[in-house]
């Protein structure tokens, strides 16, 4: 296993370097980086993509704790308050991370689990919705929580559908968050 997690931290560093620029990582830099053999990256992973993925999901899994902290940080906010500037952080995050955040939401459509960042986010939402919308029963508060998630992550996606058919610049912040909170107002229906 010290291989194994070796070689983990080496692609993570590298993936936190490269920035958008993931893609230029190669198994033998991995190695390299984390002296081991080549043959161990398809050994533990199968493949470099989905040691990728394991990384990203473990950076992203940092990120999410850390969105799970806001509550200290928006004392004397409004439950609509704090939901926004999480939103507004998460957001924020895929945009500065494109290349991470999309191996991450791409990861979890295309084999989610009951622990995945998707479902994270969502647990991280989930009780900010409730504060903003405390007649709502179970069903519908988490239905509204995954809808405002998933319309997140596909918005991020296919920002640039929403750039040419609707004029929407979500790369630029302002934008975004006007976007962000006319999205909580429709689909809270506050």
Same mark, same amino acid.
């Given at each position: 296993m /010290?291989?194994?997690?070796?070689i983990i931290q080496a692609a993570t560093d590298l993936i936190c370097e490269k920035g958008d620029q993931i893609h $230029?990582? $190669?198994? %033998?830099?991995i190695c390299k980086r984390a002296?081991? =053999?080549? =043959?161990l990256v398809n050994y533990h992973f199968g493949n470099k993509d989905r040691l990728i993925e394991i990384c990203v999901? %473990?950076?992203i899994n940092g990120i999410v704790d850390r969105?799970?902290?806001?509550? /200290?940080e928006t004392k004397g906010f409004t439950p609509f308050e704090k939901l926004d500037a999480l939103g507004n952080m998460t957001l924020t995050f895929l945009f500065e991370h494109y290349a991470v955040s999309k191996i991450s939401i791409l990861s979890d459509m295309r084999a989610p689990k009951d622990d995945d960042n998707t479902h994270r986010t969502f647990q991280a939402y989930l009780p900010l919705a409730a504060a903003c919308r405390p007649d709502w029963d179970r069903e519908t508060l988490a239905r509204k929580t995954f809808c405002l998630i998933t319309v997140m992550q596909q918005a991020f996606l296919r920002h640039d559908v929403i750039l040419r058919l609707y004029g929407i610049d979500l790369t630029n912040a302002d934008e975004r968050r006007a976007f962000h909170t006319k999205l909580l107002h429709d689909i809270l229906e506050v």
């Open positions: /010290e291989h194994k997690e070796s $230029t990582i $190669t198994v %033998r830099e002296n081991v =053999g080549l =043959g999901e %473990r950076i969105f799970c902290a806001i509550q /200290e």
